[in-house]
């Protein structure tokens, strides 16, 4: 599993990671066994939430034993964002999780607190050891300008959005400005909700025989694609061993320039939405 720099955070994190919505809805062994299995093969960036609703508690039966193999984000909801909100919700966060301090704790996404009052607790947490660096998700240029000028330089480690071969609006400007500030993009949904390309289709026959020539499936040709430059990670979620033996294998897997060209034509970008989308 091919490792990278997450942020500004000094710290190396794996290219293909694990998601945990909705985590909590299959068999709670047989989903704590997955993430078990996801870590042994290096997937060690666990994605979760407070809003995921039982799935801290699964990530916590995961990691026991094991806590410092595991790179831990979580996320305070918008409506809890205030100064003292996040620093009640994250205190939440740990109990559930079985843990004295998270990896990285993201805004889930922009509510109405100003993020000088969410990023001051940011802050008060990472000073008290209860976070070692934080992040954002779902913001678009103009949230990423104005977190940066509330925060300073180096302080923002990601911007967690969505992206998937058919949803690229972030290739219209946040991709570049993350790379250009040292921010980490990870990549959420990357199979897109259901919407994986028909087999059938011209697309889909591309990805299979990229696929064929690297010994990879469909799947782990998207993943290697979608985080094809070391400043993106890619979060699937699996709740199966067999998909998540699948995933971590694409963390290995490099495309050539002509193969992510022939990628980038066949799913091209649709025009700037007008906003950026959000599960
Ligand atoms: P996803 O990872 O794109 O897709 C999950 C679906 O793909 C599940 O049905 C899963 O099946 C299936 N799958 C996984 N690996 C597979 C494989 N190798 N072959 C075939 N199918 C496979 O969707 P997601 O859960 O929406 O996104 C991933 C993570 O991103 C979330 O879990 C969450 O942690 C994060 N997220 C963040 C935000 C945000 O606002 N920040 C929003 C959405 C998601 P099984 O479950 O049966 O294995």
């Not at 939430?49 to 026991?64: C, M, P, T």
């Not at 990285?104 to 922009?110: E, F, G, K, N, T």
Request: charged share 25%; hydrophobic share 40%.
């Amino acid at each position: 599993m091919q490792r990278h720099q997450f942020g500004p955070t000094g710290r190396e994190v794996s290219r293909i990671g694990q998601g945990t919505w909705r985590l909590d809805e299959a068999n709670r062994a047989s989903a704590v066994n997955t993430l078990r299995r996801g870590l042994e093969l290096g997937m060690t960036h666990i994605d979760t939430a407070e809003l995921y609703g039982d799935a801290e508690l699964v990530v916590a039966e995961a990691v026991a034993g094991r806590r410092d193999e595991a790179f831990i984000v979580s996320k305070v909801l918008p409506s809890n964002a205030s100064r003292a909100g996040t620093i009640a919700a994250c205190e939440k966060s740990l109990k559930r999780l079985g843990t004295d301090r998270l990896d990285c704790y993201l805004l889930h996404w922009r509510g109405i607190y100003p993020l000088d009052e969410t990023f001051g607790a940011f802050e008060d947490l990472r000073q008290a050891g209860k976070i070692l660096s934080w992040g954002v998700s779902n913001f678009d240029v103009e949230d990423l300008e104005e977190a940066l000028s509330v925060a300073g330089p180096g302080k923002i480690a990601c911007n967690q959005v969505f992206y998937y071969l058919q949803e690229r609006a972030i290739e219209h400007g946040v991709l570049q400005w993350c790379q250009t500030h040292g921010v980490a993009v990870v990549a959420y949904s990357p199979f897109g909700q259901g919407a994986f390309p028909h087999e059938a289709s011209a697309g889909g026959r591309l990805l299979a025989e990229i696929g064929a020539a690297h010994g990879a499936t469909s799947k782990q040709v998207v993943l290697a694609f979608l985080a094809r430059e070391p400043w993106i990670f890619v979060i699937p979620k699996a709740s199966s061993v067999d998909h998540a033996v699948e995933n971590a294998a694409a963390g290995d897997l490099r495309l050539s320039d002509d193969e992510i060209a022939r990628i980038d034509s066949a799913f091209p970008r649709r025009r700037w939405p007008g906003s950026l989308p959000m599960l």
